[in-house]
T-cell receptor
Framework: GEEVAQTPKHLVRGEGQKAKLYCAPIKGHSYVFWYQQVLKNEFKFLIS????????ETGMPKERFSAKCLPNSPCSLEIQATKLEDSAVYFCASSQSHPQHVVAYEQYFGPGTRLTVT | GDSVTQMEGPVTLSEEAFLTINCTYTATGYPSLFWYVQYPGEGLQLLLK?????DKGSNKGFEATYRKETTSFHLEKGSVQVSDSAVYFCALPNQAGTALIFGKGTTLSVSS
């Protein structure tokens, strides 16, 4: 599609429950990025993919967070055993490939999934 | 490491006032620089970009010039509208080129 799609729009989970978020990148875009936006607008990078391969996962809290981008499926971000501090808006973005410096191409963002952990 | 510093605001202006939102950066080399805008309840939209020193990005009346001497990329608009009320983020790629680093965002509120 022409836009990055994210589902669900809102997700409420009790502490300790699992949360799974989905992202469909723009068709033809090879790179997918996940960001977490917490209070006061701060964006934290979580993970990026080049097609189905992890490109950079240095931002991921590895104990409870995992992500995948499989062929012909939406990408997913899963949080096992959610904690209160996981409450945030999670944004997915996609961009075209670039031979040298992928982030020189602009990233197109989805509308986000608001996760509330109670 | 690479970083972005922008004025946090909030910035409150009357319609037709002049806008400046300051952004300075620390980076290795000369990365592309971006301004993104987030309207209430929405995701980020690219507002403008500059890919090399002295480039001027412009869109919807907004402008920003990539100044390597002062490591700055200040956002300006000559006459703001109520519809410009949003949060504005300055950004640059991380050193590895694998993600964007965002400033903390500047909230702009324009009243009629």
């Amino acid at each position: 599609g022409e836009e990055v799609a994210q589902t669900p729009k809102h997700l409420v989970r009790g502490e300790g429950q699992k949360a799974k978020l989905y992202c469909a990148p723009i068709k033809g875009h090879s790179y997918v990025f996940w960001y977490q936006q917490v209070l006061k607008n701060e964006f934290k990078f979580l993970i990026s993919f080049q097609n189905e391969n992890v490109f950079d996962e240095t931002g991921m809290p590895k104990e409870r967070f995992s992500a995948k981008c499989l062929p012909n499926s939406p990408c997913s971000l899963e949080i096992q055993a959610t904690k209160l501090e996981d409450s945030a808006v999670y944004f997915c973005a996609s961009s075209q490939s670039h031979p040298q410096h992928v982030v020189a191409y602009e990233q197109y963002f989805g509308p986000g999934t608001r996760l509330t952990v109670t | 490491g690479d970083s972005v510093t922008q004025m946090e605001g909030p910035v409150t202006l009357s319609e037709e006032a002049f806008l400046t939102i300051n952004c300075t950066y620390t980076a290795t080399g000369y990365p592309s620089l971006f301004w993104y805008v987030q309207y209430p309840g929405e995701g980020l939209q690219l507002l403008l970009k500059a890919t090399k020193a002295d480039d001027k990005g412009s869109n919807k009346g907004f402008e920003a010039t990539y100044r390597k001497e002062t490591t700055s990329f200040h956002l300006e608009k000559g006459s703001v509208q109520v519809s410009d009320s949003a949060v504005y983020f300055c950004a640059l790629p991380n050193q590895a080129g694998t993600a964007l680093i965002f400033g903390k965002g500047t909230t702009l509120s324009v009243s009629s």
